[in-house]
T-cell receptor
């Protein structure tokens, strides 16, 4: 069971790049890393998923070092609307859902 | 696609009453999940179904909770009798598979048990 550790909260200002790091020291060979975003009064929303190196989409980038024991979600030029809770999850596709733990996430506050 | 649809959006009930939460997953998704979110415990998986069959209900807190999925387009989570400590936001999610597949969440049901 790959446990993840991420900061409880982070503060940033509009226009800055935000990097949220997640530690997952016991990640397994078949595990993928997935990030979700949750706004107040809404369900979590998938942001990005990766296995190794770098993944980029229209919303964010995910950086995964060679040892895969951590990962960094990068949000370019954040705006006030990026204020949300961000969750890092680690697990294999097709595996038990019970092993996929959301935890408390990282509460990102973007200030003007 | 309308996404995952949950009802009701809000539910206020008195202790001891039966509560039924409903969920319609995204068409074509074969896995459905019920989560509960509270400030203290965060987002917890209660139970999940694959092809309408319950796979893991180890997260269901106690016998007062039950979930069914009679067909691929509908699921219910029932609490009977309800207690104040059941107050939380209950989310339903669906995906094309199990494990670390992309989850699509509904808007949740805010349950308050007085």
């Amino acid at each position: 069971l790959a446990k993840t550790t991420q900061p409880i909260s982070m503060d940033s200002y509009e226009g800055q790049e935000v990097n949220i790091t997640c530690s997952h020291n016991n990640i397994a060979t078949n595990d993928y890393i997935t990030w979700y975003q949750q706004f107040p009064s809404q369900g979590p929303r998938f942001i990005i998923q990766g296995y190794k190196t770098k993944v980029t989409n229209e919303v964010a980038s995910l950086f995964i070092p060679a040892d895969r024991k951590s990962s960094t979600l990068s949000l370019p030029r954040v705006s006030l609307s990026d204020t949300a809770v961000y969750y890092c999850l680690v697990g294999d596709k097709g595996g038990s859902q019970g092993n996929l733990i959301f935890g408390k996430g990282t509460k990102l506050s973007v200030k003007p | 696609d309308a996404g995952v649809i949950q009802s009701p959006r809000h539910e206020v009930t008195e202790m001891g009453q039966e509560v039924t939460l409903r969920c319609k997953p995204i068409s074509g998704h074969n896995s459905l999940f019920w989560y509960r979110q509270t400030m203290m415990r965060g987002l917890e998986l209660l139970i999940y179904f694959n092809n309408n069959v319950p796979i893991d209900d180890s997260g269901m807190p106690e016998d007062r909770f039950s979930a069914k999925m009679p067909n691929a387009s509908f699921s219910t989570l029932k609490i009977q009798p309800s207690e104040p400590r059941d107050s939380a936001v209950y989310f339903c999610a669906s995906s094309r598979g199990q494990g670390n597949e992309k989850l699509f969440f509904g808007s949740g049901t805010q349950l308050s048990v007085l």
